[in-house]
């Protein structure tokens, strides 16, 4: 696995673009609530962490994963926006439903990238087992709303380069 030689909540402070003045929308699953506040939490923090003013982060909640798409959706249409990360966490089960949301929200995250001009960052644990999506949420493979806060100033950023 990939995350198994990286932790998701290390990367270069360096590197991370200034957030000041950037408005970020963040849209998180209730669905295993435990590990998505634990990836709102840490996306949070790191926008703030990097300059993001707490008013000029917006948070929504969405019943499930597969809601988090068209919660996006939403924020890039209503809300003045420079960039929306989804937060959510499908864990296997018996049933091929797991497949169902994760193939939705991919495609779905692919399309608002593509039809809007606003970045929308894809934070979705997919794993197999709880404690696979605990080690992701701020357990020993780092937190994975940090990589999507970083992520997000990135893309902020490299819009900007080209406007």
């Known amino acids: 696995m990939a995350t198994e030689l990286k ?7 360096d590197s991370v673009p200034d957030g ?3 408005r970020i929308g963040i ?5 295993n609530r435990t590990i998505t506040g634990n990836l709102l939490h840490g996306t949070y923090e790191t926008l703030v962490k990097f300059g993001v003013a707490s008013d000029d982060i917006i948070i929504e909640h969405v019943p499930g994963s597969f809601e988090l798409t068209y919660g996006a959706k939403v924020l890039i249409e209503n809300t003045n ?12 089960g018996e049933t091929p439903h797991f497949t169902f949301v994760c193939n ?11 039809k809007y001009d606003v970045p929308v960052i894809f934070g979705l644990l997919t794993t197999n087992t709880l404690d ?3 080690a992701r949420s701020g357990g020993r493979h780092g937190n994975k709303g940090d990589e999507a806060a970083i992520t997000a100033l990135k893309m902020i950023e490299l819009q900007s380069r080209h406007k």
């Not at 991919?106 to 608002?112: A, D, I, K, P, R």
């Open 104 to 114: 939705s929200v991919t495609e779905g995250t692919t399309e608002l990238n593509l």
């Open 81 to 92: 926006v420079d960039c929306v990360i989804i937060l959510g966490c499908v864990i296997q």
């Open 27 to 31: 849209v998180v699953s209730d669905w």
């Open 20 to 22: 000041k003045g950037k």
């Open 132 to 134: 696979q999506a605990i």
């Open 7 to 13: 932790n998701l909540s290390t990367y270069d402070h």
